[in-house]
């Protein structure tokens, strides 16, 4: 009778053990299945961008607007968009341009601001003077740990390349110089006086979240 019982306490601990040892592994394979599968649809709309881009014609009429931002007090001017360019969207956002890091192997479009749902979507713009405009624009990712959007932003080093390109289709090639973590509160690598000088910040959580790792490159 007792070894009835403690075979079936057995049994039913191994059945448990089983289902959690296939959910975890069922888990794990949706994971990777996922990120792949959202990087490829990204690389296909940046992709997709940049051609788009190239097939219109050049304007040197530019169109400058003031665009309201997250970080309480500041403004960016966006001046990179051409009057001819007919804008395109992702779920709902402009597409501003496209970042591609070869180290990384990302390449996305660059939405046009930060809400829950455009960083659900892909990178975006937090601040700025705008994409390729001289003086700094700070582009936004999470960090999901996973390899998707800024998750392997902890892998680049001074002297790796981010390609950005904008909507009038130019692509700059900037150089990486500076990488720190910070607090979330922190706000000064996003104002800085870049001197004239074309420079980009990108910014995402560290792995335990309780800090920001800010990545600062400049014009080549």
Do not use: W
């Not at 990087?39 to 050049?58: G, M, T, Y």
């Not at 890091?101 to 660059?110: A, G, H, L, Q």
């Not at 700025?128 to 405009?133: A, C, D, I, K, Y």
């Amino acid at each position: 009778m007792f070894n009835s019982k403690y075979s079936k306490v057995l049994t039913g601990l191994l059945v448990v053990v089983i289902i959690l040892i296939v959910g975890t592994i069922g888990y794990f394979v949706y994971d990777i299945y996922f990120v792949k599968a959202k990087n490829k649809e990204l690389h296909e709309v940046s992709e997709d961008f940049s051609s788009q881009i190239r097939k219109k014609p050049k304007d040197d009429n530019t169109v400058d607007e003031n665009v309201s931002n997250p970080v309480e007090g500041m403004t960016t001017e966006r001046n990179n968009q051409t009057a001819s360019n007919e804008k395109q969207f992702m779920e709902g956002y402009e597409i501003m341009g496209s970042i591609s890091i070869p180290k990384t192997k990302i390449n996305y479009p660059i939405l046009e601001k930060v809400t829950k749902k455009s960083l659900e979507t892909s990178v975006a713009i937090l601040y700025g003077v705008g994409l390729n405009q001289p003086g700094n624009t700070t582009i936004v990712g999470h960090n999901y740990r996973n390899g998707l959007f800024f998750s392997d932003n902890k892998k680049l080093s001074n002297g790796d390349i981010i390609n950005i390109t904008d909507q009038g289709g130019e692509t700059v090639t900037y150089s990486i110089y500076n990488m720190y973590e910070t607090s979330p509160s922190d706000a000064d690598y996003m104002t800085r006086d870049t001197e004239g000088a074309r420079e980009i910040s990108l910014s995402t959580c560290t792995d335990d979240s309780s800090a920001r790792l800010i990545i600062l490159a400049k014009e080549q």
